[in-house]
């Protein structure tokens, strides 16, 4: 090894700096920092579930309404997703480490809890192109 | 096979090994799957410079296969994410050292590899869950998690690289 590997060098700082504006520039664009930040209606908003890279559930968030629970299965067993009138969160899964569950609740677009281990995720998207998926289950 | 590095590959791997299962027994640092300190990335860092690209994949396939055997998680998800992000890691780290080396110092390799490490996760996480959605809401936060984490294991892997510049018993070139 050179002795000058053991010294920062000018590119390492530019490394960290590079990737550090591309982890602002994702919160600013994917998580609606700023400038793109999601409209605040509760209404143009869907919850899609999704288990072993299908969508299994696709229904809005209308802001009113009762919480449900779906049992969505997966290899290791059943991930119990509960959606309420303004969001929606794993509240149990079979999974080791739980960090679907740890996640919380996610009610603006774009958010998401993955339980990659069990295949489930439950995302929340823009827009509300079905609006009958609710009505007719 | 020159059987002096295959002995001290071996070695390399097995404390990739042990690193890999005792970061797997820690709690998670955050609610957040793939942000982890990425300690084996240590062992891999000095596996490169002492051997190259070539020998620093051989240990990190060594590695996460043998430790998906410990933790029972071969062929299943959770091996396939590890092993996409350690040769993602392993392989930028190899080629940033061979052609950018005199560039980098290992911290910046080390976050090079940090990076890469979670990118190849998240393609990984991003096929099984079948929609890229997921895997922009994670970036951000891995992106930002690899710096610090990168930067720590760069350090420790200049602190050992700094005692052993060359492998253990051969001349220092």
Not at chain 2, 155 to 160: C, F, I, K, T, Y
Request: hydrophobic share 55%; charged share 15%; aromatic share 6%.
């Amino acid at each position: 090894v050179k002795r000058a590997m053991l010294d920062l060098r000018v590119a390492d700082v530019a490394v960290i700096v590079l990737i550090f504006v591309l982890a602002l520039a994702g919160f600013v664009t994917a998580w609606g920092w700023g400038p793109f930040a999601p409209p605040p209606e509760v209404a143009k908003r869907t919850v899609v579930i999704r288990a072993d890279g299908r969508e299994v559930l696709s229904m809005p968030l209308t802001g009113v309404g009762e919480t449900q629970r779906h049992e969505v299965g997966g290899p290791l067993g059943n991930t119990i997703v509960e959606s309420a009138p303004d969001s929606a969160r794993v509240v149990d899964s079979p999974c080791r480490d739980k960090l679907c569950i740890l996640h919380g609740r996610i009610s603006l677009p774009g958010r998401a809890a993955v339980c990659l281990p069990n295949r489930v995720a439950v995302e929340i998207v823009a827009g509300a192109e079905q609006p009958f998926d609710a009505l007719s289950r | 096979v020159d059987a002096n590095r295959l002995a001290r590959l071996s070695l390399l791997a097995a404390m990739g090994i042990a690193l890999h299962l005792l970061e797997a027994s820690l709690p998670n640092p955050l609610p957040l799957p793939g942000a982890k300190l990425g300690l084996a990335n240590i062992v891999v860092l000095v596996a490169i410079v002492w051997y190259g690209l070539r020998d620093g994949l051989k240990v990190t396939v060594a590695r996460c296969v043998l430790s998906s055997f410990v933790m029972g998680s071969f062929l299943g998800v959770t091996f396939w994410l590890s092993l996409a992000g350690g040769v993602a890691a392993t392989v930028v780290m190899g080629l940033a050292y061979r052609y950018a080396g005199g560039a980098f110092s290992l911290v910046g390799l080390s976050v090079l590899g940090a990076t890469a490490h979670n990118l190849g996760q998240l393609a990984v996480a991003a096929v099984v869950i079948g929609s890229g959605g997921v895997l922009m809401y994670y970036l951000p936060m891995l992106l930002l998690f690899a710096l610090p984490a990168g930067v720590a294991t760069g350090l420790v892997a200049r602190g050992l690289l700094a005692r052993h510049p060359a492998p253990l018993g051969e001349p220092v070139a």
